[in-house]
């Protein structure tokens, strides 16, 4: 039977509009709703703030039986619950953070079929006991959110997501819905494989979030950098900063308030009572500044939040399109800012390095922080170029709502920089054995004869000198963007430049590099064009 011509596909728009008092259906909300109503299996793709949890809670209420959600948020459990018992649903979780007695509760409620839904943290499927109480009581389907976690390949990957295939095993004839905000082609592909849903239809949203208006900077002095931001756009806003460490956490917060913005931190070396008030405040009040790490912001839902910036770069592509992807739910103009420099880099590749895991793990790391380069050093459209990443192709228009649309970046042939900043590092790698950060070689090449430098000899080299005609700050571009294109990489604790297997085609003149300019000298060079 066609989904649309069942009795039932009326009561989901009734059960919209009396439950959870919306009009109207969003995007495909109501086509994967029928679906799923109907019995059918769905993996859903949807970015952040585009809607997916009616997509299960509806039909949780309309089939009979309880709907089983499994998600990895614990902390926020209690918040969903809340918000849905305050609708009048009988919802229930079962998680880690209960004494034996409130499960107990809750097993209860399930089993006399006084629930529609019941969330789940994935580990409690580890438990036999578990599986032994859904079979005893009747599940109308099983939802498994945030089903990016079962991507190995992903950024997010958490092992108890794997054995979510035995729910299929287990219970034949109960529909299953995955649903992420993550959408890279690859995370797709092993979302249906390992969760075995080659049968389930698939909804894929767009990704494109218009309103936002996407800008990366380099860092200079990334706190002042912030406030002028602030200031200058968004004075009274409320907005996530979004940093690194939680020591930088601690001391950007400190640093706006003493600026007079209101601004609090957030992360997880702060007591959860510190920690529960500043996110309560953040949703309470107008105009806060979270100052956080990436721990915070999870599944929280507010929908004026004006700007997101990262004082240091993202880990990947889809944890800034996550993070990003949390100013404008109310789709009003937002900013995602993003300032990045190369310590970023020296620092993300001496994590990679040190991490636990093995080595085809660092090589995901290091696949994920390279695509995140290339986002930050495109002289193309912001965009066009996230949407490609998630395979949304934008058909040749460009969004004239980033910072390359807005203005665009001035590029130069940068193929002899390139030539001269790998021939010194060849110089000492190979000649010398050496192996020295970016500041040691972009002083030799600028002819600075520094204390470290005439320790080294490194005056005497023919290269002493040979860059003279660029600023530090390009110099610093130079490095940056033969990271980004892979013809240089930085290896250990202190950042060494090492050569890749194609710095060799720079050197020998057979391969050219465009650069995009610093905006600094962008801005002289249009000077002196108008003079
Ligand atoms: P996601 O899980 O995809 O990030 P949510 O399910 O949290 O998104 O929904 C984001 C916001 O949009 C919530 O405040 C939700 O209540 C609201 N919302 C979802 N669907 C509709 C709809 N059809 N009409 C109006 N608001 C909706
Ligand atoms: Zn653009």
Not at 130 to 155: M, N, P, Y
């Amino acid at each position: 039977m066609d989904a649309a011509d069942a009795p039932e596909a009326g009561e989901a728009v009734q059960v919209l509009r009396r439950v959870f008092g919306y009009d109207a259906f969003r995007g495909s909300q109501q086509e994967i709703i029928e679906h799923v109503i109907g019995g059918g299996d769905a993996v859903v793709l949807m970015p952040t703030g585009g809607g997916k949890s009616l997509c299960y809670q509806i039909p949780s209420l309309v089939r009979p039986g309880v709907g089983v959600v499994i998600s990895p948020l614990i902390a926020l459990m209690q918040d969903q619950v809340d918000a849905l018992r305050a609708l009048g649903v009988r919802a229930g979780f079962l998680n880690s953070t209960q004494d034996l007695e409130e499960r107990r509760l809750v097993e209860a409620e399930f089993l006399a079929g006084e629930l529609d839904l019941l969330y789940l943290a994935p580990e409690r499927l580890r438990v036999e006991q578990t599986l032994s109480l859904l079979d005893r009581g009747k599940v109308s389907l099983f939802a498994i959110d945030e089903a990016h976690c079962v991507a190995q390949w992903g950024h997010d990957f958490r092992p108890d997501y794997l054995a979510l295939s035995m729910l299929h095993e287990r219970w034949p004839d109960v529909p299953r819905i995955a649903l992420t905000a993550t959408a890279t082609d690859a995370t797709h592909a092993e979302i249906t494989s390992r969760l075995k849903m080659a049968e389930a239809r698939h909804f894929v949203a767009s990704f494109d979030r218009p309103n936002i208006q996407y800008r990366i900077v380099a860092k200079s002095e990334p706190k002042r950098q912030l406030l002028e931001l602030l200031r200058s756009e968004h004075a009274g806003d409320a907005g996530i900063v979004y940093c690194l460490s939680r020591a930088s956490v601690e001391k950007t917060a400190q640093f706006l308030v003493e600026n007079g913005i209101a601004a609090v931190p957030y992360h997880a070396g702060l007591d959860a009572r510190t920690r529960a008030e500043h996110q309560a405040r953040f949703l309470r009040e107008d105009g806060l500044v979270v100052v956080a790490t990436i721990a915070f912001g999870m599944g929280i839902d507010k929908p004026d939040v004006r700007f997101v910036a990262h004082l240091d770069l993202p880990k990947s592509v889809e944890g800034y399109y996550q993070e990003t992807g949390r100013a404008g739910r109310d789709g009003q103009p937002s900013t995602a800012w993003l300032a990045y420099g190369l310590q970023d880099v020296v620092q993300q590749r001496k994590m990679i390095d040190g991490s636990e895991g093995d080595e085809a793990h660092r090589r995901r790391l290091s696949a994920h922080l390279d695509a995140m380069l290339a986002l930050c050093e495109t002289v193309q459209c912001r965009r066009v170029r996230l949407l490609a990443y998630f395979g949304q192709d934008s058909a040749g228009t460009t969004c004239g709502n980033c910072d390359t649309c807005l203005s665009p970046p001035q590029t130069w042939d940068g193929t002899v920089a390139a030539q001269k900043l790998l021939s010194t590092v060849v110089r000492l790698q190979r000649e010398r054995g050496q192996k020295f950060g970016a500041g040691q070689i972009i002083d030799i090449l600028m002819g600075k004869k520094t204390a470290k430098v005439i320790q080294f000899d490194h005056d005497a080299l023919s290269v002493f000198g040979v860059g003279d005609d660029l600023r530090e700050a390009e110099w610093r571009g130079v490095v940056r963007q033969l990271l980004a294109q892979g013809l240089l990489s930085v290896e250990g604790d202190y950042g060494t430049l090492v050569l890749t297997g194609t710095s060799g085609e720079v050197l020998r003149g057979g391969r050219e590099v465009p650069m995009r300019r610093e905006p600094e000298k962008a801005a002289r060079a249009a000077k002196a064009k108008a003079a």
